[in-house]
């Protein structure tokens, strides 16, 4: 009888567990972003072997700048919009007008990006990093940034909405899509850099336009007075956001400008070969941070504190534990990872690899909570930390990059994201009571 109320219990748990909306929503987060990476990783395996660790250093540092002025083109509004929708999701008039006001600031935010990116592409190119060549690529580039912003914006309001099947959806739509069209561009029609460029701009944009259909009957021209104060106040939330996740972006991203900046573009290749490979110790963190944003913001509204501490300290807890097996996967068959991904060619990205993989250890608990201070209106206490943690890191990779080489980016990267996990655990320690 033991053993069958053992099991009945069991069977209720496994429904119950099932059935959990949260598990529902880490679930699509975590195949969207599982299908993100294996796209970028494919594609880049591709491009590596067909173009050589130069070509795929050069692609690296086009894309690499297309993710910086994204940050910009969006402008913060597509988080802004997730808070917002999470926590007036009952009241559907408020929910239309900040969705509508969020649409209409996008597509201006991403046109002026597009336009200063145009601008300036002949000195990024030339001048910084001494890659003519980049010029065109760049310029295609700015076709991206509006549609990417709409999109944005439209992945905001679904995660909002906790619509994590939709959230997926497009994300895996346009991953499909940048991978297929860039392997027909760089392959059937041997266009080189130039086609791998193309492959993600022609998705972009027709996912871009494709998003709206998800929102479409949210969307309806607010009045100018309503437009106005709230693209105010989204404007105000999605500065620091914007600031605080290109900040971040320079955390992880600047070691592969500098490396092009003070070395060659085979060496970038190199660079990105190990940030691709350690991308994978990313993943599951990024899938918890994407279903914890609206949650921790839905508590902190109702004020449940103690939830969002549990939430808080059993997520970085099992993530580190999670990591250390990323890490001793890495360590034993790094080198295998490398030679079956890319070719021998790119040997020289294990010890930086290697590297990484410590920063990131450590950092990964972090990350997927890492919105948190966002969800409780702190959000300009993400924005000054993480300016202090990119400062470090500039810094850093500008004294060791040029005497160190590729050892020199990744070590600054690595002490940098162990400061960043120090500093923010402090303040969440501070603002939550987390012991």
Not at 135 to 144: A, F, R
Not at 330 to 341: N, Q, R
Not at 412 to 431: D, V
Request: glycine share 6%; aromatic share 14%.
């Amino acid at each position: 009888m033991f053993f069958i109320n053992k099991l009945i219990n069991a069977r209720q748990y496994i429904l119950s567990y099932r059935s959990n909306k949260t598990i529902r929503d880490v679930q699509w987060s975590f195949l969207s972003l599982v299908t993100s990476s294996l796209a970028h990783l494919l594609l880049r395996m591709v491009l590596g072997k067909e173009l050589g660790p130069k070509g795929l250093g050069t692609y690296t540092l086009v894309f690499t700048i297309y993710i910086f002025g994204m940050q910009f083109a969006a402008f913060g509004f597509g988080a802004a919009l997730t808070n917002s929708v999470a926590k007036y999701k009952n009241n559907i008039s408020k929910t239309k007008d900040y969705i509508s006001s969020g649409v209409i600031g996008s597509i201006v935010s991403g046109s002026i990006m597009g336009i200063i990116l145009y601008s300036s592409s002949e000195f990024i190119s030339v001048n910084f990093f001494h890659i003519p060549e980049m010029v065109t690529l760049l310029k295609i580039t700015t076709v991206c940034f509006p549609f990417i912003a709409i999109q944005k914006v439209t992945l905001g309001t679904l995660n909002g909405f906790r619509k994590m099947d939709h959230f997926a959806a497009i994300n895996i739509l346009q991953n499909t899509f940048v991978f297929l069209v860039s392997i027909f561009f760089v392959f059937f029609l041997n266009m080189g850099i130039t086609g791998a460029v193309i492959g993600f701009v022609v998705p972009t944009v027709m996912i871009g336009v494709l998003s709206l259909l998800y929102i479409r009957r949210s969307f309806s021209l607010p009045s100018r007075i309503v437009l106005v104060n709230i693209l105010r106040e989204i404007t105000w939330f999605g500065f620091y956001v914007v600031l605080g996740n290109s900040i971040n972006m320079i955390n992880t991203q600047i070691g592969s400008l500098l490396i092009g900046r003070f070395m060659s573009e085979t060496d970038v290749g190199y660079y990105a070969t190990a940030v691709i490979i350690i991308q994978g110790m990313t993943l599951i963190p990024s899938a918890i941070n994407t279903v914890a944003t609206p949650a921790i913001a839905t508590h902190h509204e109702k004020k449940e504190h103690s939830k969002i501490k549990k939430l808080v300290k059993n997520t970085m807890i099992k993530i580190f534990l999670i990591e250390i097996i990323f890490l001793i996967l890495l360590t034993v068959f790094g080198k295998y990872i490398i030679l079956i991904l890319f070719s021998e060619e790119f040997i020289p990205a294990y010890t930086p690899m290697l590297i990484l993989s410590i920063g990131y250890l450590i950092y990964a608990p972090w990350m997927s909570v890492g919105s948190i201070f966002a969800s409780i209106g702190k959000v300009n206490l993400s924005f000054k930390l993480n300016g202090l943690c990119a400062i470090l890191n500039t810094t850093l990779n500008f004294l060791l990059i040029p005497k160190f080489g590729l050892i020199g980016a990744a070590s600054s990267t690595t002490f940098s994201l162990i400061f960043t996990f120090i500093l923010n655990l402090c303040f969440i320690i501070k603002y939550i009571n987390i012991k």
